[in-house]
C-alpha cells in the first residue's frame, strides 16, 4: 500500500506531505485547486516524464518520494533479478533539475526511468478516464477471467510451456537455414575430403617419394655403379682387398718383434673385414636396384597428386594437407551434428506442443465455466448504477492454432438498452458507462486478486447524487481488501471515504501555493456541507451532511 508522497517544488506545490492510510481515502477541493496536481506527482514519480516547466522555482530542483509498504506484494525476485536492496517499505524517488536532468532511486539505490516504471506498474493503479481504454485489451480481458476462474497459476504454467514453444520454434528455423547453407557447400566439401583420403597422405612421404623417384628413373647408372664399386673392392686378382692381403702377409711376418706391429696388423686385418662386408653390402644393393617402369609410374603418379593437393590448397607440406583433411572432417561431422539437432528439437516441439495444447484445453475450460457467474454479477452490479437494462457478455472463440493466451480469443461485448445487440465495448458503450462498467470489473478483480493501491481520477464525472452513493459503496467495499483512493466533486462519494484529504489553494503577495491536508471530523462536515451547497453552507446542508457521515 501508499504509504506517504513527498513533494517539492512540483507545479502549484512547494512542500507537501500527505500521509496515506488504508482503506477508502477520498480526496477532494474546488475545481483548480490542485488535486490533479497529486496524480501528475505520482505519475512522475513512478516513471512518467518530466518536464522543468513543472517546476516551482526554476531555480531549484524538485523531488517527488513515495514510500509503498510492499510486505504481500510478492516482489523479492524483481529486486533479486535487478540487484536491488529488498525493503518491506520501498522509497520511489525521482529528481528534476532546473537544466531538465532527471535521476531516479529504489531505496536510494539510482536506477533508470524504465526500472522505476516497470516497479510501478506493481505497486499502483491509476484509473482516470483514458483507463477505460484497458477495456479494449485482450491481455486485461484475459487476466480479469483467468483470476476469476483462479486459473491464473495454470495460465502462467501455460505461458512458460508456450514461451519454450516458440524458443524452440525459432532453434529449429534457425538451424534449417544453417541446414540449408551447409548442404551448399557438402557436395564440395565431401570432394575435397574424398581427394585428400584417396591421397594417403603420410607426415614425410613427399621426400620419401621423391628419392625413390630418383632412384627409379636412374636404376640403370645406379646398378653399374654399384657392381663396378664391388669389383673394385673385392673381385679378381687387382682389387682393394688382394693389396690388403699382401699388406696383411708383411705385416703379420714382423708381428711377432714388437705389440705395435702386432696392433698395425689387427687393424688392417679388421679394414679388410669391413671391407668384404662393404663389398657385400654393395653387391646385395646392386641386386636390389630394379629397373621397374611401373613402380617408377606410380610413383610419379603419387608426387603428383600430392604436388597438385599442395598447390590448390595454397600449402607447402603433407601436414598442412592432413590439417586441412581434418578441418573438412570436423565440418562434415557438424553437418551431421546439425541434422541431429534438428531432429531432437523437432521432437522436443512436438512434445512441448502437445503439453501446451493439453494446459490450453484446460484453461479454455475453466475460463468458460467461470463466464456465466461474472456475466450475471456485473448485470447486477451495473443495475445498482441506475443502468438496470444493462447487459455484459464475454464471448470465448477457440483458434485452430495456439497463441499466448491460449487457444482463446476473448470479446467484450456489452449492450446498455432493451433490445440492443450485443456489441464490442468501443463501439457501443458511452464514456460515463465504460467507467461503471470499469469500477465493476476491477471490484470484481479485487475479490480473487490482490491488487496494488488504487486511484480512481473523478469517475463520477456525468452520474447522479444516487448513482454517486452506490459507486461510493463498491469503493468502500474495495477498500476492505485493497488501499482505494478517489478524487471526486460528489458528496455522496466523499462522505464514503474512511479517509478525507482536501486540496486548497492559498495566494500569497507573490504566487498561488496548492497545500493538502487530513479532515478531521468536523473539517469534514464543512467540507460535504459546501459540496452540497451553491454558496455558504445552510444548517440543512449541515444537517444533510452529518447525515451521510452518519455523526
Avoid: W
Avoid at 536532468?101 to 505497486?123: H, M
Avoid at 623417384?213 to 657392381?227: C, F, M, P, Y
Avoid at 496494488?452 to 464525472?461: S, V
Amino acid at each position: 500500500m501508499l504509504n506517504y508522497l513527498r513533494i517539492q517544488n512540483f507545479a502549484l506545490i512547494e512542500q507537501a506531505d500527505i500521509a496515506f492510510n488504508n482503506g477508502l481515502t477520498v480526496i477532494t477541493g474546488e475545481t483548480g485547486a490542485g488535486k490533479s496536481i497529486i496524480l501528475g506527482a505520482l505519475h512522475v514519480a513512478l516513471g512518467s516524464r518530466a518536464e522543468t516547466n513543472l517546476l516551482n522555482d526554476k531555480t531549484k530542483k524538485c523531488i517527488i518520494e513515495v514510500q509503498f509498504n510492499i510486505q504481500s506484494y510478492h516482489l523479492k525476485s524483481f529486486f533479486d533479478i535487478h540487484e536491488l536492496d529488498f525493503e518491506e517499505l520501498t522509497t520511489l524517488r525521482r529528481e528534476i533539475t532546473p537544466e531538465g536532468k532527471s535521476r531516479a532511486f529504489i531505496n536510494d539505490t539510482p536506477v533508470n526511468v524504465s526500472l522505476l516504471k516497470q516497479l510501478g506498474e506493481f505497486l499502483i493503479d491509476i484509473h482516470s478516464q483514458h483507463e477505460t481504454l484497458l477495456l479494449k485489451e485482450t491481455g486485461f480481458q484475459f487476466e480479469l477471467l483467468d483470476h476469476y476462474a483462479q486459473c491464473s497459476d495454470l495460465f502462467s504454467n501455460y505461458k512458460k510451456q508456450y514461451q519454450l514453444l516458440l524458443h524452440l520454434k525459432k532453434q529449429l528455423e534457425l538451424l534449417n537455414q544453417q541446414e540449408l547453407q551447409a548442404k551448399k557447400e557438402l557436395d564440395y566439401l565431401q570432394f575435397q575430403y574424398n581427394e585428400l583420403e584417396e591421397a594417403n597422405l603420410k607426415t614425410g612421404e613427399l621426400q620419401s617419394l621423391e628419392a625413390e623417384s630418383k632412384t627409379l628413373e636412374n636404376a640403370e647408372i645406379i646398378k653399374h655403379s654399384l657392381h663396378k664399386t664391388s669389383q673394385i673392392i673385392s673381385q679378381g686378382d687387382d682389387t682393394i682387398l688382394a693389396a690388403i692381403a699382401q699388406a696383411k702377409q708383411q705385416l703379420q711376418s714382423i708381428a711377432k718383434y714388437s705389440k705395435h706391429f702386432q696392433e698395425l696388423y689387427d687393424r688392417l686385418n679388421s679394414t679388410s673385414i669391413e671391407l668384404k662386408e662393404l663389398s657385400n653390402d654393395i653387391e646385395s644393393s646392386a641386386d636390389n636396384v630394379v629397373l621397374n617402369n611401373e613402380r617408377l609410374e606410380f610413383v610419379n603418379a603419387q608426387l603428383d597428386k600430392i604436388n597438385r593437393l599442395l598447390k590448390k590448397h595454397h600449402v607447402n607440406t603433407e601436414e598442412d594437407l592432413l590439417q586441412i583433411k581434418h578441418d573438412i572432417e570436423q565440418s562434415l561431422q557438424q553437418f551431421s551434428s546439425l541434422e541431429s539437432n534438428i531432429e531432437r528439437i523437432s521432437k522436443e516441439i512436438l512434445i512441448t506442443e502437445k503439453q501446451c495444447q493439453s494446459l490450453a484445453s484446460e484453461l479454455s475450460t475453466k475460463r468458460k465455466k467461470s463466464i456465466g457467474n461474472i456475466e450475471q454479477q456485473i448485470k447486477s452490479m451495473l443495475g445498482n448504477l441506475s443502468m438496470p437494462n444493462a447487459q455484459f457478455k464475454i464471448e470465448l472463440v477457440q483458434n485452430k492454432e495456439l497463441s499466448i493466451n491460449g487457444i482463446d480469443n476473448i470479446t467484450f461485448l456489452f449492450t446498455a438498452n432493451k433490445g440492443m445487440e450485443f456489441k464490442a465495448l468501443h463501439k457501443t458503450a458511452s464514456g460515463g458507462e465504460l467507467s461503471r462498467l470499469m469500477l465493476c470489473l476491477k471490484a470484481l478483480l479485487a475479490e480473487r486478486k490482490a491488487l496494488p493501491t488504487i486511484i480512481f481520477d473523478e469517475i463520477d464525472t456525468g452520474v447522479s447524487g444516487d448513482v454517486a452513493d452506490k459507486i461510493g459503496q463498491i469503493m468502500l467495499s474495495m477498500g476492505k481488501q485493497m488501499q482505494v483512493m478517489v478524487i471526486t466533486h460528489l458528496p455522496q462519494m466523499a462522505s464514503k471515504g474512511n479517509n478525507h484529504l482536501y486540496v486548497y489553494k492559498t495566494d500569497t503577495h507573490k504566487k498561488t501555493i496548492t497545500s493538502i491536508k487530513l479532515l478531521n471530523e468536523q473539517e469534514r462536515i464543512a467540507e460535504i456541507a459546501k459540496m452540497l451547497s451553491t454558496g455558504s453552507p445552510s444548517e440543512i446542508a449541515v444537517k444533510n451532511a452529518k447525515e451521510l457521515l452518519n455523526v
